[in-house]
């Protein structure tokens, strides 16, 4: 869990409701958030407004190694499917490849948005969407840095109060693109054509995230306090 008023990450027991700061993310000089899990549930990395990013072991609760980002406030947004490298990006239209055991950069890609806030890497290709802070959804080819798509975010449906894209997530075929952007709708877009389809409106106001459960094929979203699971193979897109 990230403690914004301290900057750490902490670990809260569920037997005894108590919290401990995590060893490796609990310098209070920096601040750690963004916790990610590998696809295994063995390992979680947390990025660092220093530009740091630590490698924790889950069962240990002990560090495992660190890397050096040089994008400006770096966070950690996504594993690929089978585990073996993560990417980071932050502000500055950076995005960083690493191999996630020997810790060195595999590749360092420009990419159009200035701020990226989060990602999902598609469960089958090496190719990541990333939604950023002025609302634009894109969508990048790993292998080649190249980009597939861009989706500014005044297409297709508009957030009532302007607000951007806060969250992406991949349908369990990758055929499908979902994001939300602060208002009620989910915004769909198929990943052959590269073209957003109609939106979907949740009901729920002011949507923060969006994550596919891919062995159920459910998507989950979140806003307001409040989350709708929608069923995507009954969504008739």
Request: glycine share 10%.
């Amino acid at each position: 869990l990230f403690f914004p008023s301290q900057g750490i990450l902490v670990v809260y027991d569920r037997e005894t409701g108590t919290f401990a700061a995590l060893q490796g993310a609990d310098d209070r000089q920096f601040v750690q958030s963004y916790p990610t899990w590998s696809p295994d549930g063995k390992r979680f990395l947390a990025g660092m407004y220093a530009g740091r990013i630590v490698m924790i072991d889950a069962d240990t609760q002990q560090m495992i190694g660190t890397v050096q980002s040089r994008a400006k406030r770096p966070k950690v947004t996504a594993w690929s499917p089978d585990g073996p490298r993560f990417v980071t990006a932050g502000i500055g239209g950076t995005v960083e490849i690493w191999d996630a055991v020997t810790f060195q950069r595999i590749r360092e890609i420009k990419v159009q948005s200035a701020s990226i806030w989060e990602s999902d890497w598609h469960p089958s290709r090496d190719v990541i969407a990333f939604a950023d802070s002025s609302g634009d959804v894109e969508v990048i080819d790993l292998s080649t840095g190249k980009t597939l798509a861009n989706f500014p975010s005044d297409s297709g449906s508009t957030s009532p109060d302007g607000a951007f894209s806060s969250d992406v997530a991949w349908s369990s075929d990758g055929d499908r693109l979902f994001a939300v952007h602060g208002g009620s709708d989910l915004r769909v877009f198929d990943a052959k054509g590269w073209t957003e389809q109609e939106a979907i409106d949740t009901g729920i106001s002011g949507l923060v995230s969006v994550d596919c459960h891919h062995a159920t094929h459910r998507i989950a979203a979140c806003g307001d306090g409040e989350t709708v699971l929608l069923d995507q193979d009954s969504l008739g897109i």
